[in-house]
């Protein structure tokens, strides 16, 4: 069974750091894209970042571009999301999501809980 | 605003069939694949359709997709009141070189 396991959330005030985790099992983790998507309180689906099977390619949406990095380790099935210069817009639950394929992190077929990061002072 | 254009809301009585549109440009669905995902109150998103028009497993065949062009439709029959939920369509958009996903729409049964 696929399991995708979000840590790391909580409360940081404006222009803080975070970094999220996400444990991965049930797959080979290594052969497939993986993103972080993440939705605001009472908002609709953003896609926040992806990253190839191999990590040797990312891509980020503009929102998050030069403060997040999306980065993930293999050997241990985990992915990751370190988020600098946080602004209360940041605030919304974070999704890890598993992609079909190797090297675009869309068509997401398995889905984790979620997150929550809430930037208040 | 959304990159991709769905409808905020649609409505339908049970058994009934309802549709759900995604409108984007040649840089997203034009040439890359559309998604459909489901996601029901206070839970994860769930993908219903891939590649335009497939089914994972487990996923009844009263969910279907398709596409034309630009645009992409999302269409359920049978309604129940099972399905209320909001609709997310998703693809990847290769001028952003990032994923995209419509503004959602929430489904009523009545």
């Known amino acids: 069974e696929v399991q995708l396991l979000e840590s790391g959330g909580g409360l940081v005030q404006p222009g803080g750091s975070l970094r999220l985790s996400c444990a991965a099992s049930?797959?080979?983790?290594?052969?497939?894209?993986v993103s972080w998507v993440r939705q605001a309180p009472g908002k609709g689906l953003e896609w926040v970042s992806g990253i190839s099977a191999t990590g040797g390619t990312t891509h980020n949406a503009d929102s998050v571009k030069g403060r997040f990095t999306i980065s993930r380790d293999n050997s241990k099935n985990t992915l990751y999301l370190q988020m600098n210069s946080l602004r209360a817009e940041d605030t919304a639950v974070y999704y890890c999501?598993?992609?079909?394929?190797?090297?675009?992190?869309?068509?997401?077929?398995?889905w984790g809980q979620g997150t929550l990061v809430t930037v208040s002072s | 605003q959304s990159v991709l254009t769905q409808p905020p809301s649609v409505s339908a009585a049970p058994g009934q069939r309802v549709t759900i549109s995604c409108s984007g440009s040649s840089s997203n669905i034009g040439n890359n694949y559309v998604c459909w995902y489901q996601q029901l109150p206070g839970t994860a998103p769930r993908l219903l359709i891939y590649e335009h028009d497939k089914r994972p497993s487990g996923i009844p065949d009263r969910f279907s997709g398709s596409k034309s062009g630009t645009s992409a439709t999302l269409g359920i029959t049978g309604l129940q009141t099972g399905d209320e939920a909001d609709y997310y369509c998703g693809t990847w958009d290769s001028s952003l070189s990032a994923g995209v996903f419509g503004g959602g729409t929430k489904l009523t049964v009545l």
């Open positions: 049930g797959f080979t983790f290594s052969s497939y894209a």
């Open positions: 999501a598993k992609a079909r394929g190797y090297t675009y992190a869309y068509q997401l077929d398995y």
